[in-house]
């Protein structure tokens, strides 16, 4: 039987921040692509260590727009990072599936993502500790 994901918000906190580095340690290699991806993964996890601090029962949601929409129940003001989370959940896919998205990522483009969220990424660690 395949253990069960964790309902824990600090075990997803802790998931997300090593995410975080990973996607600065590929930032400061220049790999675009995978700092787009462990960055998507770092809000992804993030996301769900908030809801899960909030009761939240844990889906396999992927669309951190989604996940964004349902922080705006307990913190409306995270609504702001709509824009910069459809972008960004966008990462995912030009990692992992060849052709999904003909655009080349950038180091700009990530490293601009990923300051559009720190702010998100700050409050909720906030929230959490």
Request: proline share 5%.
């Amino acid at each position: 039987m395949p253990p069960k994901e964790s309902q824990y918000p600090r075990d997803w906190l802790k998931l997300a921040e090593k995410d975080w580095r990973r996607m600065g340690r590929a930032l400061a290699d220049g790999d675009a692509e995978e700092a787009g991806f462990w960055l998507e993964q770092a809000v992804e996890k993030y996301l769900k260590a908030y809801l899960l601090s909030k009761g939240w029962a844990l889906r396999k949601v992927h669309d951190l727009e989604v996940l964004l929409n349902e922080t705006a129940v307990h913190m409306p003001t995270f609504g702001r990072y709509g824009p910069a989370c459809q972008r960004i959940s966008g990462y995912y896919l030009t990692e992992r599936y060849p052709f999904v998205n003909p655009q080349i990522l950038t180091l700009e483009e990530v490293s601009g993502s990923r300051d559009d969220v720190t702010e998100l990424v700050k409050l909720i660690r906030q929230e959490l500790e």
